[in-house]
């Protein structure tokens, strides 16, 4: 593997490369979407200019380029993810992955008095889809508790899985605390009971290598803005024989194999969950994106981000009053903190004046941020293409933040 | 002082202000400087939930048909911003209040905070107030 230079990774990010209030703009809030290579914009842009043309049905040269684009799409995430081609089915993102098999094998399968497990890392969108099946079929969420380090309390997981839960949907990593939760043995011990699995890695994708295969997971969600590529795609994987059993959910074009006025037939995989014209160019380009983060290679990419992440911790520690919030052994680049006294919300807001973008409040996990006790939290987060300078930044801007609010 | 005087009054105060640092410690100093809200006034009936900070808001209309607003936020930038309003707006008229245009908060280069996307609960604290005196003004009218 080539040195990881991060001057040539930053010259294909130019929008880094400007001021906010007067001052060199710090991305540090790539949890909540990273930016986006030259190459994925330029893929964007070389669709629209070059090759595009609605997919699959037109016999002519345009719409065989494109379809074969958007079809390679779908290739490089299966062999991304060691899945097969079918079982990738296009989504808007991790919400509407998640979203589409509550609504389709959540209704048919959770009956009345079944159990959910879910985790007490879990973003809004990992919880409300359940919340809305389990009102409307009469099913039961059992969650499992966050310990004070910002872990899984394990035990409780097995306790949990004694009541033979029909599901178990737990992120990879949390969105709010970087903590990565251990799914190996989340989903051994879940199929140990024969329940489904779906892991949500939003969080994940952008830091970890994912073999969907090894972990034998039955469904695996994320989204394409969190992994340097467009926003309004994302994936979802779900092994072949249950994403067969499972009922269409959107009905029109593409999905159907014949119609009548009468009746309909389904199309086969993956088209089945696809129905209209689909986000074509953001579908190529993520294709595009998982090829930039494997040039990278994403130990590369972990190393350094590690290496950001462990050098700001130690250096916040320096601010007096400063609280961090989720300090467990396994995280990813995701630093959320609290300074003594002081609203995450003023902290953010005399970072932007800095130039530092940072994300405050309760980062869509609000039931997590009561059980913690507390409003919400600062959180900074590091991708591929941030510096050792950009956290010297950092840390002078939270001591300038904290100073000014004291 | 009408609303518009007292929105001139803050264009000028800040017009002193070399750089956004003087700029915040001065509106963080009007947070710390907003008198305390009435532990009775500080429910859940009155706050204004953003999703980033906490707004709590009382308005009341006084003998002298005038209506007068208490507010708290638990983020102090938040509260400073809140004291501008209350400042400007309090102890006004109903019909003046309603009709109010805020523009001084665009001219001391504050606008960010009344945007959606902050969600910092000012926007709607100052829906709020406007209601209020809708409703004050109906009742009134009534």
């Known amino acids: 593997m080539t040195e990881y230079s991060i001057e040539r990774i930053r010259e294909q990010f130019p929008i880094l490369n400007q001021q906010v209030n007067n001052r060199p703009l710090v991305y540090l809030d790539n949890a909540a979407s990273n930016q986006k290579p030259n190459a994925v914009v330029d893929c964007i842009s070389n669709y629209y200019t070059s090759y595009h043309a609605n997919i699959h049905r037109g016999a002519h040269h345009l719409a065989q380029l494109a379809t074969e684009a958007y079809e390679n799409a779908r290739t490089i995430i299966a062999n991304h993810l060691n899945a097969h081609r079918e079982e990738i089915i296009f989504t808007y993102g991790t919400t509407d992955g998640i979203n589409l098999v509550a609504q389709t094998w959540g209704r048919k399968n959770l009956k009345q008095g079944d159990r959910i497990v879910i985790s007490g890392l879990e973003h809004h969108s990992n919880l409300v889809p359940w919340q809305m099946v389990a009102e409307e079929n009469g099913c039961i969420i059992d969650i499992i508790p966050v310990l004070s380090d910002g872990t899984l309390d394990m035990a409780v997981y097995d306790q949990l899985l004694e009541k033979k839960p029909k599901l178990v949907a737990v992120n990879q990593v949390s969105n709010s605390l970087g903590t990565v939760n251990p799914i190996g043995e989340i989903i051994s011990k879940a199929k140990n009971i024969n329940a489904c699995v779906l892991i949500d890695g939003a969080q994940a994708v952008s830091h970890f290598e994912v073999d969907v295969k090894q972990l034998d997971c039955d469904f695996y969600v994320f989204s394409g803005h969190k992994i340097y590529g467009p926003t309004g795609i994302g994936v979802l994987y779900g092994k072949k024989a249950i994403l067969e059993a499972m009922p269409a959910w959107r009905g029109g074009g593409e999905m159907i194999k014949s119609v009548s006025y009468q009746s309909f037939s389904v199309n086969e995989l993956p088209y089945k969950f696809e129905a209209g014209t689909p986000n074509i160019a953001d579908g190529i380009a993520l294709g595009r994106a998982i090829e930039f983060v494997n040039s990278l290679g994403l130990n590369a990419i972990r190393a350094h981000e590690n290496l950001l992440t462990k050098t700001a911790t130690q250096r916040l520690l320096e601010v007096p009053g400063m609280r961090l919030i989720g300090t467990a052994a396994e995280k990813t680049s995701v630093i959320s903190f609290l300074i003594d006294g002081l609203h995450p919300y003023d902290v953010g807001t005399l970072l932007d004046q800095l130039g530092v973008a940072v994300r405050t409040g309760h980062h869509c996990t609000e039931p997590l941020m009561n059980a913690l006790g507390i409003p919400g939290t600062i959180r900074a987060s590091f991708a591929c293409y941030n510096t050792l300078k950009e956290v010297d930044i950092f840390i002078e801007a939270v001591k300038k933040a904290s100073q000014m609010l004291s | ?142």
Request: hydrophobic content about 40%.
């Open chain 2, 1 to 142: 002082m009408t609303i518009e005087q007292r929105q001139q009054e803050i264009i000028e105060e800040f017009a002193l202000f070399d750089d956004w640092m003087q700029k915040y410690e001065h509106i963080i100093e009007l947070g710390k400087e907003l008198p305390v809200i009435s532990a009775e006034y500080k429910t859940d009936d009155n706050i204004i939930k953003g999703c980033q900070s906490r707004v709590w808001l009382h308005a009341e209309m006084l003998n002298s048909g005038v209506v007068h607003f208490t507010a708290d936020s638990d983020a102090i930038i938040t509260k400073g911003m809140i004291a501008m309003m209350i400042r400007v707006l309090s102890d006004q008229a109903p019909e003046d209040i309603a009709s109010a245009d805020l523009h001084f908060v665009n001219e001391i280069g504050l606008h960010q905070h009344l945007s959606p996307t902050r969600s910092n609960g000012l926007l709607s604290m100052i829906k709020q107030m406007k209601f209020y005196s809708l409703a004050f003004q109906a009742k009134n009218n009534g």
